[in-house]
């Protein structure tokens, strides 16, 4: 006899973080991160964070977009995801660069676009 446990964890995006439920679209000429993922799987529950900084602090610089594709098992096939989660890098022009797969940290990520080519600096707040 086999035992299995399964265990859900839910969890709360950072405000300004929305989760999509249809396949990336290509927004503004920005070079653009696409995590696809879901909201249940412990490596994209630790993605949410991450994403959610870089959404705030590079808004304006760097598209950031979350797809469940356990909401939206389409978007899997449409991207050809082996792995979740799995982070699509694109160029301002909409062209893949890049896939990683597995947890990244945000200075990860960063420190990618800086090897393709992209220098991402992060908005900065106006004294007021």
């Not at 879901?38 to 964070?49: E, N, S």
């Not at 870089?54 to 304006?60: Q, R, S, T």
């Amino acid at each position: 006899m086999v035992t299995l446990m399964v265990t859900t964890l839910l969890f709360d995006l950072p405000d300004g973080f929305a989760q999509t439920s249809k396949v990336a679209k290509v927004s503004a000429k920005l070079p653009r991160l696409v995590d696809v993922g879901a909201d249940k799987c412990i490596p994209c529950i630790m993605m949410a964070p991450v994403l959610g900084e870089l959404k705030k602090e590079y808004a304006g610089v760097l598209d950031v977009e979350f797809v469940d594709m356990w909401k939206n098992p389409s978007a899997g096939q449409k991207y050809g995801i082996r792995g979740i989660p799995t982070q699509i890098f694109y160029d301002a022009n909409g062209k893949e660069l890049k896939r990683h797969m597995g947890f990244i940290s945000k200075q990860g990520i960063l420190d990618e676009f800086q090897k393709l080519g992209i220098a991402l600096k992060p908005i900065t707040k106006k004294e007021t």
